[in-house]
């Protein structure tokens, strides 16, 4: 479902899962913390900051030639449909499906849409299983 800046996302949870189409990008990424800004040479997809420091979400290879001490290996999957902020049970029902095979979920919202990082090695996995719940929404 596209949509055009500022306008509504969808908030309907039938029509949410169904339009998900999970996408799975490309390579592994990373969780890192730094004191201060973004390292130079550093493109995170995510940054969230908290008092202990800025949390980064970067491509591994990024954090590994910055220096930076980072754990949890993730894939990144990002979900197609343009959800409203207030929409109700989508990131329940996502990570009610990816718990139910033993997968932590790691959610970031997005004006547009969520983001997942699931662990690396079973991404594909997770886009499957989402693939799935679209099918079969609950």
């Not at 899962?17 to 493109?43: C, D, E, I, K, N």
């Not at 959610?107 to 547009?112: D, T, Y």
Request: charged share 15%; with cysteine.
């Amino acid at each position: 479902m596209a949509s055009l800046p500022g306008m509504p996302g969808e908030s309907d949870l039938r029509k949410l899962l169904s339009g998900m189409r999970p996408q799975l990008h490309p390579g592994r990424y990373v969780f890192a913390t730094v004191p201060g800004g973004v390292p130079p040479g550093v493109t995170p997809v995510v940054t969230v900051a908290e008092e202990e420091g800025l949390t980064l979400v970067v491509p591994a290879a990024q954090a590994e030639a910055a220096g930076l001490a980072h754990e949890y290996d993730a894939g990144w999957i990002t979900l197609r449909v343009h959800s409203a902020l207030a929409a109700v049970g989508l990131t329940a029902a996502v990570a009610r499906r990816l718990a139910d095979a033993g997968l932590s979920c790691n959610v970031v919202a997005g004006f547009h849409h969520d983001h997942l990082f699931v662990p690396y090695h079973r991404a594909a996995e997770a886009a499957a299983l989402l693939e799935d719940l679209a099918r079969r929404p609950v």
